[in-house]
């Protein structure tokens, strides 16, 4: 069971989705790997489980960091948690592995919110206000043969991601796509979304993508 306080992104399909591709990648005691947008830190327990014992988990939220640190240490295992704005406080470092559940909602601006539960999903008019400077800035924490592993909903332009993380010398690969339904953020945009194209009007479900890029 995975704790969270109140106002933190609760653990959905792209979370578990997430995990189960990094199922698939070697890690041991010496992997550094780097959660960003670590919301209650699934992914960073799941990373000290698996043995890794340099886990960074980066977040906005105080709220955040406090859940994953907690999730990690009741385990009797430890994460270092930095409150930050992406990888602004960690760019001085480099990590093996890198793992990315951002915002990725459309929304109808493109002002982030500073506060409250919606931060917790809208990325903006086009859903990548996040999505591109995590594939711009990424690249360049990685040491050679480093991975990235992001995940993502085709209404956010999966083919942007692709060319953006390409451009930056990587080798990308679409590791994994299922289709799942709705929950309520999308529930409640669905006009907005019919209105710009990005679904039809019955449409129930959304499409997430994993992406794994190698430097």
């Not at 399909?13 to 960003?36: F, K, P, W, Y």
């Not at 990325?123 to 996040?130: F, N, S, V």
């Not at 360049?140 to 451009?167: A, H, N, P």
Request: aromatic residues 4%.
């Amino acid at each position: 069971m995975i704790f969270r306080f109140p106002g933190v992104y609760r653990p959905q399909h792209d979370s578990r989705l997430l995990v189960d591709s990094l199922g698939d990648e070697q890690v041991d005691a010496g992997t550094r790997i780097l959660d960003l947008c670590a919301g209650a830190g699934v992914v960073s327990v799941w990373a000290t489980r698996s043995g890794a014992r340099s886990v960074t988990a980066v977040d906005v939220s105080r709220r955040a960091l406090v859940s994953t640190w907690l999730n990690a240490a009741v385990r009797g295992h430890s994460v270092r948690v930095v409150r930050g704005d992406l990888v602004s406080r960690v760019r001085h470092r480099r990590f093996d592995l890198i793992v990315a559940n951002p915002p990725y909602v459309p929304a109808e601006h493109d002002g982030l919110p500073a506060r409250g539960r919606a931060r917790c999903w809208d990325a903006g008019h086009e859903g990548r206000a996040l999505l591109d400077r995590i594939c711009g800035d990424a690249p360049d924490l990685l040491d050679e043969g480093g991975r990235l592993i992001l995940v993502q909903s085709t209404l956010s332009g999966t083919e942007k991601t692709r060319v953006m993380l390409g451009e930056s010398g990587l080798h990308v690969e679409e590791a994994r796509r299922v289709r799942v339904p709705f929950g309520p953020v999308l529930q409640a945009r669905r006009d907005l979304l019919v209105d710009r194209g990005l679904i039809g009007p019955q449409q129930c479900t959304e499409e997430l993508v994993v992406f794994r890029a190698v430097k």
